[in-house]
């Protein structure tokens, strides 16, 4: 980490994380447009699979709703990084919110116990949904091979980057 | 790990946001230190220590016995 003065990040650093940020949101802002549109077109150009009824209803709600709630927090947060970048003080507060290294800490401890967490109960879940229905207990467990693979990839990138 | 943080910001007079300031930390950062909750990075303690213009030593107390 860059130091400048006693003992501070660049600012210079935290302001191009927010403009990063900002421009990852408004990626997300289109995603969620894209979900809106493909909701109310899909039936004329985009074919699915229906395997249950009430599929057509529930693509349609589910993407909507989904677009929508994308699109309305990515303008929030959009809001929220700008004002930050605006008013000093508040960036100041944020940046040392950030850069802090125990809440880095805690964060990192809080997506490990996720994790781990998250893991088991797939686990379970494919244990019990091989008895409830097939397609579920194949995504469940294709769900946890691309969790393990992640999880041994990520172990191997950041091993050998420290 | 102890500290005596607390005891020589008091003897300074310095309040902990000021410490926390300075050393780019919060202030709930600095509270955790001197409630022995958490132990800082090397990098941390190497700027309060030069902070308050003592040696790491100084600061933070290592009891090698505790640590086993």
Redesign the interface.
């Known amino acids: 980490m860059k130091q400048n003065g006693l003992f501070s990040e660049q600012e210079r650093e935290f302001e191009k994380r927010c403009r990063r940020r900002i421009l990852a949101q408004k990626l997300l802002f289109l995603l969620g447009a894209l979900a809106v549109f493909a909701s109310l077109m899909y039936e004329k150009w985009m074919p699915v699979l229906f395997l249950e009824p009430g599929g057509r209803e529930y693509v349609t709600e589910f993407y909507l709703v989904l677009g929508a709630a994308l699109m309305a927090a990515s303008l929030v947060q959009i809001y929220r990084t700008r004002r930050c970048l605006r008013d000093p003080e508040l960036k100041k507060a944020k940046q040392l919110a950030e850069s802090d290294e125990r809440n880095r800490l805690i964060g990192l401890k809080c997506w490990a116990v996720s994790g781990y967490a998250m893991f088991l109960l797939l686990y379970l879940g494919v244990l019990v949904s091989g008895f409830v229905n097939m397609t579920v207990s194949r995504v469940l467990l294709a769900t946890v091979a691309v969790f393990a693979v992640l999880l041994g990839v990520s172990r191997l990138v950041i091993g050998r980057r420290m | 790990m102890e500290n005596r943080i607390q005891e020589l910001r008091k003897e300074r007079r310095i309040r902990q946001e000021d410490l926390a300031?300075?050393?780019?930390?919060?202030r709930?950062?600095i509270i955790?230190l001197e409630n022995g909750r958490?132990n800082?990075?090397l990098?941390?303690a190497h700027?309060i220590a030069a902070y308050f213009g003592l040696t790491i030593e100084e600061v933070f107390l290592f009891d090698e016995e505790e640590q086993r």
């Open positions: 300031e300075a050393v780019g930390v919060t709930q950062t955790s958490y800082a990075s990098l941390l700027r």
